[in-house]
């Protein structure tokens, strides 16, 4: 597929490779992912925005992939659950460990989205960006101290059928305590 009225070349950086991709103006950056780039992790659960199934980090910010045009994002950093370990050989990122750990899903579906927005949240609370229910005492700017109430209004946007929200929430604490994940970003 050629560059034309309806197609232009979209250079993204995806899991910190640099990809070039030929795109329908109309495609989003979930269906260039999944389809184009072979990166099958973000799925497309309401492909409306209301699940968070296909959350990526785009430049370090979640994002609901179904809802950007993938032209939008041109010249973005994209960080998918498959860029979340490193190296493809590299170990697991600690979010994933500790999803593992606690037994924080069922059928898995909604992982990905819910690794990538946990690791958004991560970097938004150390960045110090308050949240509906942030303590009004915590200083702008400073880290906002994450209680369980805290994760679930910032995880509120990723939904899981199955029901693995208090498993969740505890794979998120033990990661922001163990204090080993690394900004918005690929490790």
């Known amino acids: 597929m050629g560059t034309d009225v309806f197609h232009s070349e979209v250079p993204l950086r995806v899991n910190g490779r640099p990809h070039s ?61 498959e860029g979340l370990r490193g190296a493809e050989d590299g170990p697991p990122h600690p979010l994933q460990r500790a999803f593992v750990e606690r037994d924080a899903f069922q059928c898995g579906y909604c992982t990905p989205g819910q690794l990538c927005s946990a690791l958004g949240m991560l970097a938004e609370a150390r960045a110090g960006h308050a949240s509906h229910v942030t303590d009004p005492q915590v200083k702008g700017g400073e880290p906002v101290p994450l209680s369980r109430q805290e994760i679930q209004e910032r995880l509120s946007g990723n939904l899981c059928r199955c029901g693995a929200y208090p498993r969740i929430v505890e794979a998120v604490q033990d990661t922001a305590a163990a204090g080993d994940v690394e900004g918005g970003g690929v490790r």
Request: net charge negative; with cysteine; proline share 2%.
């Open 21 to 81: 991709p030929v795109v329908d103006h109309r495609a989003t950056l979930l269906d260039v992912l999944r389809e184009q780039l072979d990166l099958t992790g973000a799925k497309k659960g309401c492909d409306h925005g209301q699940c968070g199934a296909c959350t990526v980090l785009v430049d370090g910010r979640r994002a609901n992939s179904c809802l950007l045009l993938a032209v939008a994002v041109e010249g973005c950093d994209i960080t998918t659950v």
